[in-house]
């Protein structure tokens, strides 16, 4: 019973740590533009590590922290809504989509998850991610979600290489 309180000290203590990372490196993406997308993506990677090393309850912990953080105290609300509305927790999220086991029935559903995820961030904040949308994008949506759901996979297949990595290392500390 002490070993599972200890855990549950360290993944709640770690999800805080990590949440702060997050919260950096979103603070970052407001205050340079040009990294806005990819510093967004590395603020979940925080997340993400924190379910690898204390479960997957941490994970969850430190992407809901760092996205209330996010909404509350960021300068861009487009940033923090970004995160916490993908990539801040589709990494988690991904982690529980690959036990299922299925290769078919777990591409569909990831890439259910960004289109869902995309229909949202199109035609409800809009407004406040892309006010000034190019007309060539509101007329080609097919154009937007196939290009979207190229990068995506790109996107998942480099997270997936960066999560064996991190694995790798992991058990490389724990073994010394």
């Known amino acids: 019973m002490a070993g599972a ?4 000290r360290t993944g709640t203590a770690l999800g805080g740590v990590m ?3 997050s919260v950096v490196l979103l603070w970052l993406a407001c205050v340079a533009p040009s990294g806005r997308l990819g510093l967004t993506a590395a603020a979940g990677l925080f997340p993400m590590a924190a379910a690898m090393y204390a479960g997957r309850a941490a994970g969850y912990l430190c992407w ?3 996205a209330l953080l996010g909404l509350l105290m960021l ?3 487009g940033v923090a809504l970004l995160f916490a509305a993908f990539l801040g927790l ?3 999220v991904k982690g529980r989509i690959e036990t299922i086991g299925r290769l078919s029935v777990e591409w569909g559903l990831k890439l259910s998850w960004f289109e869902l995820t995309l229909t949202l961030f199109w035609f409800v904040l809009q407004e406040l991610l892309l006010p000034q949308a190019p007309d ?3 007329d080609n949506a097919v154009l937007l979600y196939l290009g979207g759901s190229l990068v995506f996979i790109i996107y998942d297949i480099g997270l997936s290489r960066l999560i064996t990595l991190l694995r790798i ?3 490389r500390v724990k073994g010394h």
């Not at 309180?5 to 549950?8: C, H, L, M, S």
Request: aromatic share 10%.
């Open 5 to 8: 309180n200890r855990a549950k």
């Open 19 to 21: 949440s702060a990372g």
């Open 64 to 66: 809901a922290a760092a």
């Open 75 to 77: 300068p861009d609300k």
């Open 90 to 92: 589709y990494p988690v």
């Open 136 to 138: 060539w994008l509101a």
């Open 169 to 171: 290392r992991l058990n």
